[in-house]
Every structure is written in C-alpha cells, then in structure tokens.
C-alpha cells in the first residue's frame, strides 16, 4: 500500500491529478477497504502532499492563482450538486462513460500537433471564444479565458468529482491545457494549487461524516507527502512537451481505472 501511494503521489504530482483517481480503486479492488473510508483518507492524504508541491511551484513562479481561484469555485459549486445527484443517477453507467471520454482526451493529447496552439484542437475553442473573456499575459506564456468557459468546466469537474468521490484535478489539468490552450507546466501546478482547497474542504467534510480511519489516514500522508517530493524533484527536469505526453498517459490510466472501479461495482 505504502508503495501504491508513494509512486501514485509521485507521478500524480508531476501531471498534476493529485492521484486520487488511481489510489481510491486500488484501496477499494486491492485492499478491500470499504470505499467512504478510502475516499475519506485518499483526501485527508492530498492536503499536505498538494501543499508542498504549490510552495514548490509557488517558487518556480509556475501556478496562475486567477485561473485556479475562478475555476475553483464553480467547483465547489458543482461538487455540492454531484454528491446530491448520486441519490438519483445511475453512477456506474455514468462512470463508464465518462472514462471513455478521459481516454479519448488522452489519445486526442497523444495526437494534437505542438506546432499549432492547444486550442485549436479543443471542441472548447470556440466556447473559449465568447465573452467575458480575460487574456493572461504570463512569463510562462499567453493565454485567454472565458468566463462562460471557466464556469462550464468548474461546474463538470466538480460534478463528477462529487457523483465519483474522485478529485478533479486529473480533469480541470487537461481542460486548461486542451480548452485555454494554457501551457502543461502552468496547467499541472495550478490544477494542484487548487487540490490544496479541495482536499482542505473535503478532508473536514470526511472527518464529520467519520469516513477516516487513522491508522490509515496517517499512513498514506507519510506515503503521498514523500511521493510528493519526488515528484517535485522529476517535474523541474521534465521538458514541456514530455509533461503533455504525460498528462495524456494519466488521463488514459485513469479512465482505465475508472472502467475497472466500474466493472466492480457492477459485479457486486
């Protein structure tokens, strides 16, 4: 388990997904453990790992705290609603639809040509195009937001993240990449920063709801916290079009583990 959580914390800090999308299946198919208590300590176990990496990047002068902060809050807005929907939808058709949309995202990044803007390969380009539109002149690069787009994609994540029990890192990462044409080596550290805010609000929600087990908990937090800081140390020598390829191999990873999560909860 400790390994599982190490390496997961790693690679989930250098494309920034956090990498609760693969930890909680493995804790669930693996281990067994029954799946509130492993989403609970999954979260409790991000919180410290997302917040060492955003010092990290905070540093590198990498993360667009506007960008994270707008989409941030749609999030919350959409997660709220995704927990109240699981009462009413039928969660595991839902998810293997939606994994079959992630590993189709990851396939279109495996393909999309680096010489013509992300963007322009994006079925959110011209969502991305109406206003209120907001144009980020940064020193890592130059890219627009739309106000239509930002809410449209932080109300997605967080109603998926709220109807999966799954973090939306793994997916806002990619749309800033795919919709905003936003650069990988932004996109990854401010999808991160903004783990830091769910994972804070989650680990509390989870803690009232008593969906921690301790002996757990604190277990993956020694295990994701070291994750985190190599991860860290491979995501400062990792070219930007390497970083592209592997935000694309996660998110295929983790459509596949959202098929299998699926599958299992199909059996039962």
């Known amino acids: 388990m400790f ?17 609760g999308v693969f930890m909680v299946p493995i804790l669930t198919l693996m281990f067994h453990i029954p799946i509130q208590l492993a989403i609970g300590c999954v979260i409790l176990a991000l919180f410290p790992a997302a917040t060492i990496s955003t010092l990290h ?5 990498t993360i667009d705290f506007v960008v994270g902060i707008l989409l941030e809050i749609p999030t919350i807005i959409g997660t709220i609603l995704g927990a109240w929907l699981t009462s009413y939808l039928p969660t595991w058709q839902l998810e293997l639809l939606f994994s079959a949309l ?15 803007p ?5 079925l959110f380009h011209k ?3 109406l206003p209120p539109r907001l144009t980020r002149n940064t020193a890592n690069g130059t890219y627009q937001i739309s106000g239509i787009t930002v809410t ?4 997605a994540s967080g109603i998926i993240a709220g109807l999966f029990g799954i973090g939306g890192g793994f997916i806002k990462g990619p749309l800033m990449v795919l919709g905003f044409g936003m650069p990988a080596r932004v996109a990854a550290p401010t999808a991160l920063f903004m783990i830091v805010i769910t994972s804070a609000v989650g ?9 921690i087990q301790w002996e757990i908990g604190l277990f993956l937090v020694v295990a994701f916290t070291l994750g985190s800081v ?8 990792v070219s930007e079009k390497s970083l592209v390829k592997f935000i694309a191999m996660g998110l295929i990873a983790a459509g596949l583990a959202m098929v299998t999560f699926a599958a299992s909860q199909l059996n039962h």
């Open 3 to 19: 390994l599982a959580a190490f390496i997961v914390s790693a690679f989930g800090t250098v494309v920034g997904f956090g990498g």
């Open 57 to 61: 990047n905070l540093r590198r002068g």
């Open 102 to 116: 992630v590993i189709a995202s990851g396939v279109a990044m495996f393909r999309r040509n680096r010489k013509v």
């Open 118 to 122: 992300s963007s322009k390969f994006s």
């Open 127 to 129: 969502l991305n195009s």
């Open 152 to 155: 449209a994609f932080g109300l």
């Open 203 to 211: 680990s509390i929600s989870h803690y009232w709801l008593g969906h």
């Open 230 to 237: 190599l991860g860290n140390r491979i995501a400062g020598a």
